[in-house]
């Protein structure tokens, strides 16, 4: 009897519910800490000028949920980030929330942080720039 070939169709169905499992998690992730003290202020609403800044992390195109994931443990635990917030490709470029500065030519995926004070932007830049998954890290003017 000859071996039994795998089913492509059941092969291609199990990597598509990994990859949504995969994006449900990071969903989780980002709905979490959203919801943690100081989270619930969207950084894109206004503050009070001259206290806190904003910080913008654009996210390559082939970004993968793990990436995400290592960025965004790179922004949450840093006692100078007091939120941080996910925005869509699609409300990237439209989003009249997010300043001129930090708003990209481009739709592309980006994470939006609240930053208490200027030396965690130079902190937050040096630990992000040239990490797999960041295209550039901008601070809003």
């Given at each position: 009897?000859?071996?039994?070939?795998?089913?492509?169709?059941?092969?291609?169905?199990?990597?598509?519910?990994?990859?949504?499992?995969g994006l449900?998690?990071?969903?989780v992730a980002?709905?979490?800490?959203?919801?943690?003290?100081?989270?619930?202020?969207?950084?894109?609403?206004?503050?009070?000028?001259?206290?806190?800044?904003?910080?913008?992390?654009?996210?390559?195109?082939?970004?993968?949920?793990?990436?995400?994931?290592?960025?965004?443990?790179?922004?949450?635990?840093?006692?100078?980030?007091?939120?941080?917030?996910?925005?869509?490709?699609?409300?990237?470029?439209?989003?009249?929330?997010?300043?001129?500065?930090?708003?990209?030519?481009?739709?592309t995926a980006?994470?939006?942080?609240?930053?208490?004070?200027?030396?965690?932007?130079?902190?937050?830049?040096?630990?992000?720039?040239?990490?797999?998954?960041?295209?550039?890290?901008?601070?809003?003017?």
């Amino acid at each position: 009897m000859p071996p039994k070939r795998p089913n492509k169709v059941l092969i291609a169905f199990l990597a598509a519910g990994g990859t949504l499992l995969g994006l449900g998690a990071i969903t989780v992730a980002i709905a979490l800490m959203m919801s943690r003290p100081g989270g619930a202020n969207s950084p894109t609403t206004p503050s009070p000028a001259g206290q806190q800044k904003l910080v913008a992390v654009f996210l390559n195109d082939d970004v993968t949920p793990t990436q995400m994931r290592e960025i965004l443990q790179t922004l949450d635990p840093d006692p100078g980030v007091i939120s941080v917030a996910y925005v869509t490709p699609q409300h990237s470029k439209t989003s009249t929330q997010l300043p001129p500065s930090i708003r990209p030519s481009q739709p592309t995926a980006l994470f939006v942080a609240r930053i208490r004070d200027t030396a965690t932007i130079k902190t937050l830049r040096q630990r992000l720039a040239g990490r797999p998954g960041v295209q550039d890290v901008k601070d809003a003017e």
